[in-house]
C-alpha cells in the first residue's frame, strides 16, 4: 500500500479527530441525574446538532445512528482507496445479509433494523433468493449459501455460524488485497478472538464439539483445531492458547473470571479494545491508512459507549453497570 497517498486524506480526518468525544466528556454524561441531562450535555458537542433535531431523547438511537453514517460517508469522500473503508463497512453488510435471510425464513418485515452502510443491493438479493436465480454477486452467494443451510436442517443458529465464517474470510481476503500487513495481522487476531468467543459460548451451552467445529473460523494465527480440542478444559486454560500472542494477558485477565457469563462480558470489552488498540497506532504515524481507520475505529466505539451510557439513562441503571461496560476511547 502506497502510504504517500495517504498524505492529504490523514491531515483532513485529523481535522474530524478533533470533533471525538473524551474521556471527560464521556465522565460529564454519567454524571447526569436522567436521560434528558445527558443528552443536553452532548449540545455542545458535534452531536448538538443532531440531538435539536430529536423529538423525544427516547429516540437517542437516531442521533447515533446518523453520526456512524455521516462518519463513513466523509471517509469514503476522504480515503484514496475506498477499500479501506469498506473493509470496516463488511460488518453491515453481513449484518444486513442476517437480517435478510432471518426475514424471509420468517416472512416478517425486518426493515428497522437493517443500517444503512455498506456497498451491497439488499433489494436484488432478496428477490434473486426469492426466485432461486443466480448470478455473480458474492453476497448472494453468502446468503443463498445460509438460507440453503437452514433449508437443509431446520436450525436458525446455521444462518449466522455460514455467515459468520464467510465474514471473516472475507475481511482476511480484503485486508490481503490491501497489502496492508498490519491489518492482515489484525484480522487473524480478531479470528482468533472469535474463535475464543465461540468456544466460550459453546461451553456455556453444554453443545457439542461438533457445532463447535462447525463453527469455528479457518485462517486465525491460532490452529482452530486447538480451541475444537479445548472444549472439555478448564475455562481457565483457555488463556494459554493465546500464550504467544501480543493480546495474552487481557484474555488471561478475562479468563479467570469464575461466571462463565461475566467471563464472556469481559471478552467482549477485550475484544472491542483490542481495535482500539489498532486505532491508537495511528497516532504514531504522521500519515497513512491507521489514519482513516483510526478514525473510523474511534467513532464506533466513542457512540457504542454512548449508547451503554444513554441506554442505562433510560433505564435508571447504576454508574457501576454503565462503567464495567465501557470501552477505551481513543482521546
Excluded at 433494523?113 to 428477490?127: A, C
Excluded at 485477565?253 to 469464575?258: A, G, I, L, R, V
Excluded at 469481559?266 to 504514531?284: G, R, T, Y
Amino acid at each position: 500500500m502506497d502510504r504517500e497517498k495517504f498524505i492529504r486524506a490523514s491531515i483532513t480526518t485529523r481535522v474530524y479527530e478533533k470533533n471525538l468525544l473524551t474521556s471527560e466528556n464521556l465522565k460529564r454524561i454519567i454524571d447526569t441525574d436522567n436521560l434528558e441531562e445527558a443528552l443536553s450535555s452532548l449540545n455542545d458537542t458535534k452531536y448538538g446538532e443532531l440531538i435539536q433535531k430529536l423529538e423525544r431523547a427516547e429516540d437517542y438511537e437516531k442521533i447515533l445512528s446518523q453520526m456512524l453514517l455521516d462518519s463513513y460517508k466523509a471517509m469514503i469522500k476522504v480515503s484514496p482507496d475506498e477499500n479501506l473503508v469498506h473493509y470496516l463497512e463488511e460488518k453491515y453488510n453481513f449484518h444486513n445479509l442476517k437480517t435478510l435471510v432471518k426475514e424471509l425464513i420468517q416472512d416478517d418485515d425486518y426493515s428497522s433494523i437493517y443500517i444503512d452502510i455498506g456497498k451491497i443491493d439488499l433489494v436484488k438479493i432478496k428477490r434473486n433468493l426469492k426466485e432461486d436465480l443466480t448470478d455473480n454477486d458474492k453476497y448472494l452467494s453468502y446468503a443463498k449459501k445460509a438460507l440453503d443451510l437452514y433449508k437443509e436442517n431446520k436450525d436458525p443458529q446455521d444462518i449466522d455460524l455460514s455467515l459468520d465464517k464467510d465474514f471473516y474470510e472475507k475481511l482476511l481476503e480484503d485486508s490481503e488485497n490491501l497489502d496492508y500487513e498490519s491489518l492482515i495481522n489484525f484480522t487473524k487476531e480478531r479470528i482468533d478472538l472469535t474463535n475464543l468467543k465461540t468456544l466460550l459460548r459453546i461451553k456455556g451451552q453444554g453443545q457439542s464439539v461438533d457445532l463447535l467445529e462447525k463453527a469455528l473460523i479457518d485462517g486465525g494465527n491460532i490452529d482452530k483445531n486447538l480451541f475444537r480440542d479445548s472444549l472439555n478444559a478448564d475455562k481457565n486454560s483457555y488463556s494459554n492458547l493465546f500464550f504467544k500472542e501480543k493480546i495474552y494477558p487481557q484474555v488471561k485477565k478475562s479468563m479467570e473470571e469464575n461466571d462463565l457469563n461475566k467471563a464472556m462480558q469481559k471478552l467482549e470489552k477485550v475484544i472491542d479494545n483490542h481495535l482500539m488498540d489498532f486505532a491508537k497506532e495511528s497516532k504514531k504515524v504522521s500519515y497513512g491508512p491507521e489514519v482513516i481507520m483510526g478514525y473510523l475505529i474511534s467513532r464506533e466505539m466513542e457512540i457504542k459507549n454512548l449508547r451503554i451510557i444513554l441506554t442505562a439513562k433510560l433505564n435508571s441503571l447504576s454508574r457501576e453497570f454503565m462503567e464495567e461496560r465501557l470501552r477505551d476511547l481513543y482521546v
